[in-house]
């Protein structure tokens, strides 16, 4: 078990502060962490913490030039595990091509469905941990991964089988979510109580497998209100943390029934309604906002602000799939966030450390007893993270102390 100290730290975000905005940012001006094993025993101002001959050799310095430094990010929502690509159906719905019409020419989630099914396992694998490599190099260390293309029960469980496995032994953590995405389409009134009434049996199993959350897709189109609260309540009973992809197209009240259920998080809320909001902020419920999704079908924005005012933790999510969202870039959506849906950028980077990490059942700060989760940006402060847009800033990456990814060295600053 050696020692790091990272050091040298021009701005440090420890998400370890009080109240709300900047002040819960906790930010340190010349700064220094000290990491022994896997976790941090200091991160404070430079010269605090145990001195180096105090320490576990042997002992790593990372001096980072006055560099930003931040918790490892956290995505608390991506749907990883697909095989085949949606670019046609990208181009088309850019030209005004209706979603009806790109459905009939074999697009959409069924086209992802069946991609993914013919898929081979390791087919399946090898694209979630490329996925997985490419949210390491924008910052993120953890993140939720859903199932969901698959849509029938045993094609769920073979889903969330395969990404526990691609997850293992890769440096992101992953939180796996069982997700009850669409019914198939022409099931008869009949079929489709049978399959809510399965996908219900199969959760104590996806609990045994790894599933640490359910979530269910509400919308139309997708499970109706009714549908949803039998399921979230199946999920509850067999332990899973509750989620709820909600309100995105058209107002449904899913958020507010998830929320009055204990859901840890509900998803979109492109149409939430004040009663929604309301019930967001009684529960604690966290607001997981996704601009990748808004920004690619040209929705409206989530309205963070009007979210944030009445009281509720918010957090970005990338959405990560192959139709609506294709994107691994937390700092992108921090960039959309700030510019499009009313956030600081303070709030944005709450929204992908503390908030977002309670909604996937992990810390997000820097302090002493945290997992060293630490990323060196190629920034002096946390603004410039949020306004340089479109580049990776990520220099380099630890995760439980060990130096994970780096990327290839520029000039010096
Ligand atoms: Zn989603």
């Given at each position: 078990m050696g020692s790091l100290i990272v050091t040298d730290i021009g701005e440090l975000v420890t998400a370890d502060g009080s109240g709300v905005g900047e002040p819960a940012l906790g930010l340190v001006h010349d700064a220094e962490i000290v990491v022994?094993?896997?976790?941090?025993?200091?991160?404070?101002?430079?010269?605090?913490?145990?001195?180096?001959?105090?320490?576990?050799?042997?002992?790593?310095?990372?001096?980072?030039?006055?560099?930003?430094?931040?918790?490892?990010l956290c995505d608390p929502h991506?749907?990883?595990?697909?095989?085949?690509?949606?670019?046609?159906?990208?181009?088309?719905?850019?030209?005004?091509v209706r979603y009806a019409e790109i459905q009939r020419q074999g697009g959409g989630i069924l086209a992802t469905v069946r991609a993914t099914t013919a898929a081979s396992d390791e087919a399946l694998?090898?694209?979630?941990?490329?996925?997985?490599?490419?949210?390491?190099?924008?910052?993120?260390?953890?993140?939720?991964?859903?199932?969901?293309?698959?849509?029938?029960?045993?094609?769920?469980?073979?889903?969330?089988?395969?990404?526990?496995?691609?997850?293992?032994?890769?440096?992101?953590s992953v939180s796996p979510t069982l997700l009850c995405h669409v019914p198939p389409p022409g099931l008869s009134p009949a079929e489709r109580a049978d399959l809510v009434a399965a996908?219900?049996?199969?959760?104590?199993?996806?609990?045994?497998?790894?599933a640490e959350a359910l979530d269910v897709y509400c919308d139309e189109g997708a499970f109706t209100l009714a549908e949803t609260e039998f399921l979230l309540r199946a999920g509850r009973a067999a332990g899973l943390r509750l989620r709820c992809h909600a309100e995105q197209f058209t107002h449904t009240g899913a958020a507010e029934r998830a929320a009055c259920l204990g859901a840890t998080s509900v998803e979109h809320l492109e149409q939430i309604d004040p009663a929604g909001v309301v019930?967001?902020?009684?529960?604690?419920?966290?607001?997981?906002?996704?601009?990748?999704?808004?920004?690619?079908?040209?929705?409206?924005?989530?309205?963070?602000?009007?979210?944030?005012?009445?009281g509720v933790r918010v957090a970005l999510g990338t959405d990560l799939n192959p139709g609506t969202s294709l994107s691994e870039s937390l700092p992108l959506m921090m960039t959309l966030a700030c510019t499009q849906m009313g956030m600081s950028c303070a709030e944005a980077w709450l929204a992908v450390t503390i908030h977002a990490a309670h909604a996937v059942g992990s810390s997000g700060r820097l302090r002493a007893g945290a997992r060293a989760d630490i990323v060196v940006w190629d920034a002096e402060g946390y603004r410039e993270v949020c306004q340089h847009f479109g580049v990776p800033l990520a220099q380099r990456v630890y995760i439980a102390g060990q130096l994970v990814w780096e990327a290839a060295p520029g000039p010096a600053r």
């Open positions: 022994v094993g896997h976790e941090v025993v200091y991160a404070g101002p430079r010269g605090g913490g145990p001195r180096p001959a105090d320490l576990p050799p042997p002992v790593a310095i990372d001096s980072v030039d006055g560099r930003l430094v931040s918790p490892g991506t749907h990883p595990l697909w095989a085949g690509e949606r670019t046609r159906e990208f181009d088309l719905r850019n030209q005004g694998i090898a694209g979630m941990r490329a996925r997985l490599h490419r949210m390491l190099a924008q910052g993120v260390t953890r993140c939720e991964a859903k199932t969901g293309y698959g849509l029938l029960p045993a094609a769920e469980l073979r889903l969330l089988d395969l990404l526990v496995q691609a997850a293992a032994g890769q440096p992101v996908l219900a049996a199969i959760l104590p199993e996806a609990k045994r497998r790894g019930a967001l902020a009684r529960a604690g419920t966290v607001a997981n906002l996704l601009p990748g999704a808004a920004l690619t079908l040209r929705l409206p924005w989530p309205d963070a602000r009007r979210l944030i005012d009445a």
